[in-house]
């Protein structure tokens, strides 16, 4: 996808959805999620964490019953709510445009008192933002150019819903994708903290795909209000790398 002439391309994608996909799970996006660990660096510290085999028991009880499950879950109805409001946007219809927008800002605001560390949430917020503004300079602005929301109010996934509506991105990839940038996020952290060679991290990204697909085919079309998050190991760990004396990582 081009630098310049974004405009353009809001308006006239390709039929392959695929470089879209690639883009956004890019190194290279600018969102500063190489800066956050999200416990994982309190585990090592605490000596919890500390080889390949516990990081994939890590990783696979998280994509089981962790937070990430309920936001993966959630995907679906930001993207409802999101297209409820551009779709009133482009009727002019405001008082739809209100309440679609109240509705997203309910769920967005639910998922992120979920995380019960103050670092997770300004994670979230801190990151969403940056998607939001990047988009918003590729082409792709909030509806009604963001007065209704700023686009700092919204966290990750519901900048990365947006994302997926702006790419025309199918929502199967898109889950799939959240839950595969989750991880490879993970696993690039614990590269650099227990260490994991740079191979076993490769060796290990390869070992979780089948359960991605697995946990993206589950969640898809599941109800987050139905599901429930039980990793307070990892909520602890995100409440405690406050504490610690010194860090690489911002959560």
């Not at 503004?133 to 209704?148: D, I, M, S, T, Y």
């Amino acid at each position: 996808m081009p630098a310049a002439g974004m405009g353009e391309a809001a308006i006239s994608m390709t039929t392959d959805s695929r470089p879209h996909l690639w883009q956004l799970l890019s190194p290279a996006l600018p969102v500063g999620a190489f800066s956050y660990s999200e416990g994982l660096e309190e585990l090592v510290q605490g000596g919890r964490l500390g080889n390949a085999e516990a990081l994939r028991r890590w990783l696979e009880a998280e994509l089981w019953r962790g937070a990430i499950t309920i936001e993966a879950a959630s995907l679906k109805p930001l993207q409802s709510a999101l297209t409820s409001w551009r779709d009133a946007e482009d009727r002019n219809d405001q008082l739809a445009a209100a309440a679609a927008a109240s509705d997203l800002l309910d769920r967005d605001g639910w998922l992120r008192v979920l995380r019960e560390a103050p670092e997770l949430r300004a994670q979230q917020c801190q990151m969403g933002h940056s998607l939001l503004q990047l988009l918003g300079e590729l082409g792709w602005p909030l509806p009604g150019n963001g007065h209704a929301i700023r686009p700092a109010r919204l966290g990750w996934p519901a900048a990365w819903a947006w994302a997926g509506l702006c790419l025309e991105l199918e929502l199967e990839e898109l889950v799939e994708a959240y839950l595969y940038g989750w991880v490879a996020n993970q696993v690039s952290a614990a590269v650099r903290l227990i260490p994991l060679g740079p191979t076993q991290g490769q060796r290990l990204q390869l070992a979780m795909a089948s359960l991605l697909g697995e946990r993206a085919i589950a969640l898809v079309n599941a109800d987050p209000h139905q599901l429930w998050n039980g990793g307070v190991g990892a909520g602890m760990a995100q409440l405690r790398h406050a504490e610690l004396y010194s860090r690489l990582f911002r959560s």
